[in-house]
């Protein structure tokens, strides 16, 4: 007895047959209509406008029980220098004074300022992780601690960080957050302009040369009117388009800027992907991905997504369909068949492997 599934038959015996082809006529068909628009200020940003990382070393105290200990001796340094410099120092033994401290723990933190930047007095998250022998930060404070660049070799200090450290979550006890913790002692400004130009830089999901093409053309057909039709943007690769600000925004430079984010262009044609988690067991795919004629057999399952000979055992997956099979196709067709997430994952890495997934293939 022979059994069916939507759009596929499969033949009575043997292992499942699974024909992901089409029987259309070959030819090209155009490339598909997008969607919308999308605006730059979705797909680029501003070159000069990045994040800042700043960093220290520092204790957290208040701990019931649960810091690094006396074996840990970075924390007992870390903590003979606070009390020296708060007119403490530890006595003629030394750190054997701090042999029973267990309710200190020396943390890394960390804290991230924004691409717009900031001004003095400005407050951020801060992240504290433990890097000693602490069990838990539950219920510490962080002491006051100096924020340093990602230089190592400046010692200047943009801000300092202090207060009640917060889990994130009690199966990470030993890394938590002080909210609003590190204090703003510098002004932060991100500069964006150089020789009268500013750069747009695509995202990474985005980068591509059609993109930074469509880019340049767009700003060039709709603002170049402000500088008797001379060009003002240029693609320089798939990432930067540079764009040159015209001399009566010199003095106001962001009216300019807001107005270059807030073109549109054609909804991005880009690279077609195949996302794959294995961890959760999730598949997805971007556009219409094809894949080319290959045959492939997985347990008791035979994929073959070459045009079907004519065969009884076979008939197409979409006759109004073209010549070539979708990976959308061939993995509906497989959850019909209720096959496992990891054989079909299993499958689709096979088919990149042979190179015949017309898309770029991402594991998570």
């Not at 209720?338 to 898309?359: F, M, Q, Y």
Request: hydrophobic share 45%.
């Amino acid at each position: 007895m022979k059994r069916f599934v939507p759009m596929i038959r499969l033949a009575a015996l043997g292992p499942a047959l699974i024909c992901a082809a089409a029987c259309a006529a070959a030819g090209v068909w155009p490339r598909s209509a997008p969607g919308g628009e999308t605006r730059l200020k979705d797909i680029c940003r501003l070159k000069g406008q990045e994040e800042n990382t700043l960093q220290g070393l520092g204790v957290v105290v208040g701990l019931k029980g649960t810091g690094d200990g006396a074996n840990f001796l970075p924390t007992l340094r870390s903590l003979a220098k606070v009390m020296t410099v708060l007119g403490e120092p530890t006595g003629k033994s030394g750190l054997a004074d701090l042999k029973d401290t267990k309710n200190v723990a020396l943390v890394a933190v960390t804290a991230t300022v924004p691409p717009g930047g900031a001004r003095q007095g400005d407050k951020l998250d801060c992240v504290v992780s433990s890097i000693g022998s602490a069990k838990s930060l539950a219920g510490g404070r962080l002491f006051l601690t100096a924020m340093v660049g990602p230089d190592r070799q400046n010692p200047r200090v943009f801000a300092f960080a202090e207060g009640a450290v917060s889990l994130d979550s009690p199966t990470t006890p030993t890394t938590g957050r002080v909210f609003q913790g590190c204090r703003l002692e510098e002004d932060f400004f991100n500069v964006f302009i150089k020789d009268h130009r500013i750069t747009l830089v695509l995202d990474r999901h985005h980068a591509d040369f059609q993109v930074a093409q469509d880019i340049a053309e767009a700003i060039n057909s709709q603002l170049s009117f402000q500088t008797a039709g001379i060009p003002l943007a240029k693609a320089l690769n798939q990432v930067n388009i540079e764009v040159l600000i015209p001399p009566q925004y010199r003095n106001d430079p962001v009216m300019f800027v807001s107005q270059v984010l807030a073109l549109s262009i054609i909804e991005p044609q880009v690279v077609n992907r195949v996302v794959i988690n294995e961890r959760a067991g999730s598949i997805v795919i971007s556009g219409d991905v094809e894949i080319g004629a290959v045959a492939i057999t997985h347990k008791n399952i035979v994929v073959d997504t070459a045009q079907p000979a004519a065969s009884k055992n076979f008939i197409p997956v979409d006759p109004a369909a073209r010549s070539t099979a979708k990976l959308k196709s061939l993995v509906e067709a497989l959850n019909a068949l209720n096959v496992p997430t990891e054989d079909v994952i299993s499958i689709i890495k096979g088919i990149d492997r042979n190179g015949k997934l017309h898309a770029q293939l991402v594991i998570e």
